[in-house]
Structures are given as C-alpha cells and as structure tokens.
Nanobody, 120 residues
C-alpha cells in the first residue's frame, strides 16, 4: 500500500518562507516521479512542481525562481522549498507520485494535503 504523508504547512507573512516535506512508503517503483500540486478555494487543482528520480525538474511559471523542489531518493522523501511567498500562494498543497510521464497530469497516488496560508 502506497502512502504519502505531507508536513510543513502553516501560516506565514508575505515574503516569508516555508518548507514542505512528503514522505513516501510502499512500492519503490511508485515513486519514479513525485510532484506538488495545490488547490486554492474555488479553483482547480494545479501542478506546482515535479521531479523525477533522475532529478529532472519542472515548475509552474507562477513559482519559477521562488520555489525549489528536491528529493532524497534514499529516504523516498520530496521537499518543496517556498521562498518569497505571496498571498496568492495560499492553498492546500498536495504531494503526488507516479510515473514520470503521468505525474504532471494524473498521478497515481495523492497525499492528504497540507494548508499553506500567506497573509498580506
């Protein structure tokens, strides 16, 4: 059984930083690619960043230069370092996992989500 457990969300002022973590357990091949998505109230869930086991990364345009995704393959953990946070980054952030091709559209696995709130 695959499990993704997020941590690190919270309340921060605009311009501040937060670091999200996602610990994965289960089938090794399930984590070939991992990603972070977010969903703001009244909006669709959107891809924030993704990373493969080989360290290929991609980012949404809205977070480029501010967010950094990384992973520890030995620990099956993925991180999202968020700097220069803006109120529009407020959302529930979800960890996801799957194949490199599909994780950016339809991941196989989802975490439960962690709230990030950025105050102005």
């Amino acid at each position: 059984q695959v499990q993704l457990v997020e941590s690190g969300g919270g309340l921060v002022q605009a311009g501040g930083s937060l670091r999200l973590s996602c610990a994965a357990s289960g089938s090794y091949r399930s984590f070939d690619a991992m990603a972070w998505y977010r969903q703001a109230p009244g909006k669709q869930r959107e891809l924030v960043a993704a990373i493969t086991r080989g360290d290929y990364r991609n980012y949404a345009d809205s977070v480029k230069g501010r967010f950094t995704i990384s992973r520890d393959n030995a620990e099956n953990t993925v991180y999202l370092q968020m700097n220069s946070l803006k109120p529009e980054d407020t959302a529930v952030y979800y960890c996801a996992a799957g194949s490199p091709l599909m994780v950016v559209t339809t991941p196989d696995y989802w975490g439960q989500g962690t709230q990030v709130t950025v105050s102005s």
